[in-house]
């Protein structure tokens, strides 16, 4: 019978003392066997310990280039992909030649297509003033065309529902073109205007909390009487009130600018005028600056019903200058609006329109400072309509 010559080998020393069989050499085998599985697990787990330490090494060093780029979401929180706030505009309000509307409008943005919503205001309205946060945006005051007169109303549409609803609350004043669009996330003010039966423009203000939504009269709050409609822009810290004039429709433009900063309530006019006055226009911004569009205008010579400048005012040094884009074509009574993007323009008077509203919108770039004329269009004229979006006021959300 054949022995195997790993458990009985033949150069077994048998001059060892305790040798004197062959179950020794039994013995030693099953123990070189285990001592080599034991060698062999360390080795494994060695060997493993090593592939783990190069794998951290390598963290965070450079890997060959690729062709295509890496995802912002996947390079973590050094390089953040730009911000895109906001969802959707909406139009309220307005008038065309004889008649003053109370039918709102939605400018989705991702599509930039108008839809008229089927849900109205609760009374018509023109010359509102704007003001909200990223749950609902305001309608207050203005003038109702059916009935001749200035109105205390605020309406609250609420982007989730897409609801209108009647505040209880009530401007301290009835007056129509005053200026909205200046707030935070907390409150929005509400500036100068007309009352009805005056051309002269008052320095009246409103402060609207928005979660009890009741509004606070702050008196003679503007430093100068003002009739400002679509005015105000702000970021988080101040808002601003451009140009305007003192009297309703026919008065001299004001070149001057206000500052409200937001936390103390305090007023100030700053040292920085409007190179281009604008008197009637739209408004909209980003966190960095914000934009006056179109209105009418009253150079040396003789008025300009219709402009088409764009001018704009940065925030972090208070200064303004026209840009070199313009509308499409020179408007007065349009109003703005936009995301953190862009700014929207639409509606409003041309000397083509005769008064009679237009349906076209024009849309400001901000981060290239371009206009161009959107495809899409209203489904009817109108000029003087309000107008708010979740993006909200006061960049702060």
């Known amino acids: ?62 890997v060959s280039a690729s062709q295509f780029l890496m995802p912002l979401y996947q390079i973590g929180p050094v390089i953040q992909a730009p911000p895109f706030l906001g969802t959707a505009a909406y139009l309220g309000g307005g008038r065309g030649y004889t008649s003053t509307f109370d039918a709102m409008y939605q400018l989705p943005f991702s599509n930039e297509t108008f839809a008229d919503m089927g849900v109205r205001l609760t009374e018509a309205r023109m ?3 704007t003001v909200g946060d990223a ?14 007169t200035s109105v205390t109303s605020l309406d609250e549409f609420t982007y989730l529902k897409e609801s209108v609803q009647r505040l209880g609350a009530q401007l301290s004043q009835a007056r129509f073109g005053l200026a909205g669009g200046i707030g935070d996330k907390t409150k929005g003010f509400l500036l100068g205007g007309v009352a009805v039966g005056s051309v002269s423009a008052v320095r009246t203000g409103d402060r609207l909390t928005y979660a009890t939504n009741t509004i606070a009269g702050l008196g ?74 179109g209105g009418n205008t009253n150079p040396p010579a003789s008025w300009n019903w219709f402009t088409n400048t764009i001018t704009a005012f940065t925030y972090s040094g208070e200064t303004s200058a026209p840009l070199s884009a313009t509308l499409v074509e020179g408007k007065v009574c349009l109003d ?18 005769n008064w009679q509203g237009t349906t076209t919108a024009d849309k400001l770039t901000y981060n290239n400072e371009t206009t161009a004329r959107l495809g899409a269009q209203l489904s009817q004229p109108q000029s003087d309509q309000g107008a708010v979006s979740d993006y909200g006021a006061g960049f702060s959300y």
């Open 220 to 293: 003679n709050f503007l430093l100068t009487d003002r009739i400002a409609p679509h005015n105000g822009t702000c970021n988080k810290f101040s808002g601003y009130i451009y140009g305007g004039s003192p009297v309703a429709w026919l008065g001299g433009p004001l070149f001057s600018i206000e500052r409200i900063t937001l936390t103390t309530e305090a007023i100030t006019t700053i040292g920085t005028t409007l190179a281009h006055a604008h008197v009637v226009h739209g408004t909209c911004g980003s966190d960095i600056k914000g934009y006056l569009a």
């Open 135 to 148: 749950s609902a945006g305001r309608f207050c005051g203005g003038f109702n065309s059916k009935f001749g």
């Open 127 to 129: 010359y509102c003033g």
């Open 336 to 353: 703005g609006t936009g995301s953190s993007v862009a700014g929207y323009f639409v509606g409003g008077d041309t000397v083509a329109a």
């Open 1 to 62: 019978m054949a022995r195997n010559p790993q458990l009985f080998p033949t150069d077994f020393p048998a001059t060892i003392p305790g040798v004197g069989s062959e179950e020794f050499a039994l013995e030693n085998a099953v123990t070189t066997i285990q001592r080599q599985a034991r060698d062999t697990a360390v080795r494994q787990a060695h060997t493993r310990r090593i592939g783990g330490q190069n794998s951290i090494g390598n963290q965070n060093k450079l």
